[in-house]
């Protein structure tokens, strides 16, 4: 295939790093090569039978490569592969394990907005955006995972009280609480099926409003 | 049950996908992926192609490795049990196989009896999540 002598160590750990079904592939330097190295990548649908070629990964000296575009399709699995080069010498082509996007992605916290009247909290909370082509229609996580919940922790800060609530829907009314006083909230994203959670955000705060009549 | 199923191939899937070193073909997705498929045939290809993996496919995935072998025979067991209600489901529902189901699942078995044995049910067991990722869609 007009290739050259391949005597290059390998690109080590290929693997697929997916945040929100952002999925880049990542690799290291071959062992004991400085700088210089430059490399190319190829990414093919398991099933299928041709690797296809990255265009925008061709002849780069950086170790990671955004192939979100073209592992967008999460009913399909990839593999993907990477091969060095250096003073006119290569390496083997070095490939991930099989990438299954709607399984091996990652899941970012949602973000919490609050508001809150003299005995209750109402809470609001907004799953991650997840990546899409600049011409793609936006996915919601629903639409992807439809077993998914929340999982809402709250914490009476004077107190140190916790409660831990499961919802499905995103919205939240917690009642019953102590006027003037400071909650700490804090929600993760819990999918049952396939088994995915995102961690706990940060602890998104509010005070419930004085009592008028006290 | 399901999640039983799912998390006890979670922790063999590197290691049999690994086994399998044939990425040009797929058991299940060949010539077309499952999701493909219309509700209304879920029963009748789910229902198939559990009573697929038991019969065919689970006998024939020993490895070298007693873990994965355990992890194995657990999955399988899990496999019978939700065949089990399955076939009730199967049999007080008559979900029937339509036309596309029936070439699909006909399909799936030659893909199957296209490779030597072995690595037809290694490659159909590395294909656990296709099918799960098909059956919890919904």
Known sequence: ?214 | SVTEIRSGFNAIKANIQARDPIKTLSILSYPHSLHKFKSSDRCCITHHLFNFYVDKVFKHCKTEDSYVNRKISSIANSFLSVRRKLGQCHEQNQCMCGQESTEKLDQILVNYEGLNVTSAAIKSLGELDILLDWMEKS
């Open chain 1, 1 to 214: 295939s007009g290739e050259l002598y391949c005597s290059l160590p390998n690109p080590r750990n290929v693997h697929f790093e997916s945040v929100n079904m952002k999925n880049v592939l990542h690799w290291s330097a071959p062992e004991g090569t400085g700088d210089g190295v430059l490399y190319k990548v190829k990414y093919s649908v398991y099933g299928v039978g041709k690797w296809i070629r990255k265009p925008e990964c061709r002849n780069i000296n950086r170790t990671w490569c955004d192939l979100s575009n073209e592992t967008s399709d999460y009913e399909e699995q990839y593999y993907a592969s990477v091969k060095a080069f250096l003073s006119g010498m290569c390496s083997d082509w070095m490939e991930t394990t099989r990438f299954n996007p709607l399984t091996d992605t990652k899941i970012d916290p949602p973000t919490v907005s609050l508001s809150s009247t003299e005995r209750s909290i109402s809470i609001i909370l907004t799953a991650p955006e997840m990546w899409r082509s600049p011409e793609g229609e936006s996915l919601s996580l629903l639409q992807v995972y439809p077993g998914l919940q929340y999982n809402v922790s709250v914490l009476n800060k004077k107190t140190k009280k916790r409660w831990f609530f499961s919802i499905s829907n995103n919205t939240l009314v917690v009642p019953s609480l102590e006027p003037g006083t400071a909650y700490c909230v804090s929600a993760q994203i819990h999918v049952t099926t396939p088994l995915l959670h995102s961690g706990f955000s940060k602890e998104y705060c509010t005070d419930t409003l004085k009592d008028k009549t006290a």
